[in-house]
């Protein structure tokens, strides 16, 4: 496994979406922001989606592509989009590979019980290569903060 750290090369991955596959590769030369929920149509994760796509106009002028990632089905994003009338592309990772291999598949604890589950988390990548990593996402503000370090670059 390669490391997961600012400076370190990203993991390469291939995910379903609506639009087809995608992969890594795609953004060669070029910035992707990829970011990792825990499920489609909660409030926090909904919240997520409508930030970014609010700032999607922007992000694109800045030369950034937003992917979010979940275990959920590309039918159940594609339902998930038409309900809130998303702009970021949403990609399936049902058997959670790209999610471990992201180091996003952790130990969580809710009300004492310990289960594992997604860390909401982004990714900068530029080049394939790590910009900025956030972890343990708070929603509010966060796409704003994505967009100023995709400015920065």
Not at 1 to 10: K, L, P, T, W
Not at 32 to 44: I, N, Q, R, S
Not at 97 to 122: C, F, H, N, P
């Amino acid at each position: 496994m390669s490391e997961i750290a600012e400076g370190a090369r990203a993991p390469d991955f291939e995910l379903e979406t609506a639009e087809g596959p995608v992969r890594l590769g795609d953004f060669a030369g070029k910035t992707l922001v990829l970011y990792f929920y825990p499920k489609d149509d909660t409030a926090g994760c909904t919240r997520e989606a409508q930030d970014f796509t609010a700032l999607a106009d922007e992000f694109a002028q800045a030369g950034a592509t937003v992917i979010g990632v979940s275990k959920d089905t590309v039918a159940k994003h594609q339902k998930f989009t038409a309900k809130y009338d998303l702009n970021v592309r949403l990609a399936s990772d049902p058997d959670g590979a790209v999610i471990e291999r992201y180091g996003s598949w952790v130990e969580k604890t809710l009300y004492g019980r310990q289960y594992m589950g997604i860390d909401r988390s982004t990714f900068l990548i530029q080049d394939g290569v790590f910009k900025k990593i956030w972890r343990k996402v708070k929603v509010p503000g966060h796409a704003e903060q994505v967009l100023a370090a995709v400015r920065s670059l």
